[in-house]
């Protein structure tokens, strides 16, 4: 996960300082695949699993006391609670998708289209949604390759409106996920693909690093400026 973060960072903080505070919640895609290990369907508590031959599609969703699903969702996908995500140290500023691939054959690749993230009380009433669109996203998300189950996959961060982060103060709070059918994966091989939640750096972390190595970059570039100077005013002294 080293990795990860450290490539995020950058992402992350331009994604923050683009974001305007009445947003609604917006999931992008980083771009990133990492190859951290442990991260199979027993270990990261996906909120959607689907599998099929050629496309897959389904939700995972809560009616109030028992999740749902539909379309080609598996039985090991399942909304978390707020207070599971807490527990893993996942909140507002912390909140990102990884789409973890699994396709059987080496080198098979599959195209991602839109999804949303549903985030739902305990009663089972959507309280409002992020949404992904293939469309527009920079980079694509077509021709991912199929990196397999244990090893994380491809990272979407998601932000929020201050409103919306209101969500986290309720621990019975639930996340589900949606995947229509019109916008199904394609070019799917049969194995199981999955989404589940994970912790990235805070943006405030992202703004420190990211500006310190703006200032380091500004001074090494203010004393090159410095010391081209002294070079062309030495020059000019000997002619």
């Given at each position: 996960m080293k990795n990860l973060i450290k490539q995020s960072l950058i992402g992350l903080f331009a994604l923050t300082l683009a974001a305007p505070l009445t947003q609604a919640a917006v999931i992008t895609?980083?771009?990133?695949?990492t190859e951290d290990k442990g991260t199979g369907l027993g270990?990261?508590?996906?909120?959607?699993?689907?599998?099929?031959?050629?496309?897959?599609?389904g939700t995972t969703t809560w009616n109030g006391s028992t999740n749902v699903r539909t379309g080609?969702?598996?039985?090991?996908?399942?909304?978390r609670t707020v207070a599971d995500l807490s527990?893993?140290?996942?909140?507002?500023?912390?909140?990102?998708?990884v789409?973890?691939?699994?396709?059987?054959?080496?080198?098979?690749?599959?195209?991602?289209?839109?999804?949303k993230i549903v985030f739902q009380n305990d009663a089972g009433t959507v309280l409002f949604t992020a949404d992904f669109d293939a469309d527009t996203s920079v980079p694509t998300v077509s021709g991912l390759l199929g990196t397999g189950q244990g090893k994380a996959g491809y990272l979407f961060p998601v932000t929020f409106s201050?409103?919306?982060l209101s969500f986290f103060n309720t621990s019975t709070n639930r996340v589900g996920m949606e995947i229509l059918s019109a916008e199904a994966i394609a070019n799917t091989g049969g194995a199981f693909?999955?989404?589940?939640?994970?912790?990235?750096?805070?943006?405030s972390s992202a703004v420190l690093i990211?500006?310190?190595?703006?200032?380091?970059?500004?001074?090494?570039?203010?004393?090159?400026?410095?010391?081209?100077?002294?070079?062309?005013v030495a020059t000019k002294s000997l002619a």
């Open positions: 895609y980083s771009g990133l695949d270990t990261t508590n996906p909120i959607l699993v689907v599998q099929n031959n050629g496309s897959e599609y080609d969702a598996k039985s090991q996908g399942a909304t527990n893993d140290g996942i909140n507002g500023a912390t909140f990102g998708i789409f973890n691939v699994a396709e059987p054959g080496k080198g098979d690749t599959l195209d991602l289209h839109d999804f201050p409103a919306e693909e999955s989404f589940y939640v994970t912790a990235i750096p805070e943006p990211v500006g310190a190595m703006s200032a380091m970059l500004f001074r090494r570039r203010r004393s090159n400026k410095i010391v081209a100077k002294n070079q062309v």
